[in-house]
């Protein structure tokens, strides 16, 4: 099984990490991430990549950006369902 994970990123943050849980412009629930690094690059992008798959306890290689890759609202495959992740990340 594998879902997909709404995210909004806030570079170049002061403090980085996983926030809480907002409600996007679609209406759809997104977690909030914070990354100290520069959205150029890639940099942002791969840094809420190990940042995810640290705090979901998963590999980088199992997630992937699927829309959103130069927005701050991002679309994420993840190996599990949503449920699950969230889960992963309250703990």
Known sequence: MSGILAIRVTPR???PG???WRTGPDGREELEIRV???P???AANAAVV???AKALGVSRSQLSIISGAAS???RIA???ELQEARARLSK
């Open 72 to 74: 701050r609202h991002k």
């Open 13 to 15: 943050a002061a403090k």
């Open 40 to 42: 150029t690059d890639g």
């Open 18 to 20: 996983i926030g809480g």
């Open 50 to 52: 190990t940042l995810l």
């Open 36 to 38: 100290a690094e520069a």
């Open 78 to 80: 993840i190996p599990f």
